[in-house]
């Protein structure tokens, strides 16, 4: 190794590296992935593709992994995908389910190309996970769904839940951009903070309509906005 390559290594090596950074994955962020992990292949693709923040890595790998203790086989049907990279490591997680898709409103530039690393990489996922750009009321959803929608804003982790209870699917949120206006608070504002009164009042709901809620959370290190909601329908 030559000394200026000695020096790369040691300075990557030095600066802290922030998981919930916004700052783009590059081919120059590889030195941080060396394992053999699946999480260290992943973060080597993600860096090859050089189309994603770090943060939408780690955020998607630790919403996909606690879901998948909860949640084996089905469909996946990530909701509001954004780049859909929940759906891919879903798959990667547990490949007996069939299939997956991801759908959002408006597709990012990112979902193509991440889309053409995870195929590459991973050949047995090709054709497997149908990244598509419609409305969440146009999707139909099935009882052995497995639904997940991280970072759904607002009212459309709201929107997420109706089509949910339609179809008695599993489901796995992620809320983020709590809003009074349009977020439901149950009331709950005189002894919880906004974002606490609505994430509660999702999960009485899913309870409400015969549901068994599990409460989580992900590293704050990677999102602020860290509360994981998962129900699945009771069995009669």
Known sequence: MSPPER???????????DPSSRI???VRDLGRFPGTTLL????????????????????????ARRTRRRFRG????DLACGHGLVAWVMLLLDDTSPSARAIDARLPPSAAPLARAMERAWPRLVGRVAVEERAIADVALDAGDVVVATHACGSLTDAVIDRVL?????VALLPCCHDEETCDAGGLRGWLDLETAVDVTRAARLRANGYV???QVIPRAVTAKNRLLLGTPARV
């Open 166 to 170: 339609a179809a008695r699917a599993r």
């Open 24 to 26: 783009k994955l590059t």
């Open 7 to 17: 020096f790369a290594r040691v300075a990557r090596a030095e600066v802290p590296f």
């Open 40 to 63: 260290h292949k992943l973060g080597r693709v993600i860096c090859e593709a050089e189309c994603l923040p770090r943060r939408e890595l780690f955020e998607a790998w630790e919403v």
């Open 213 to 215: 809620v599990h409460t």
């Open 74 to 77: 089905g469909r996946v049907v």
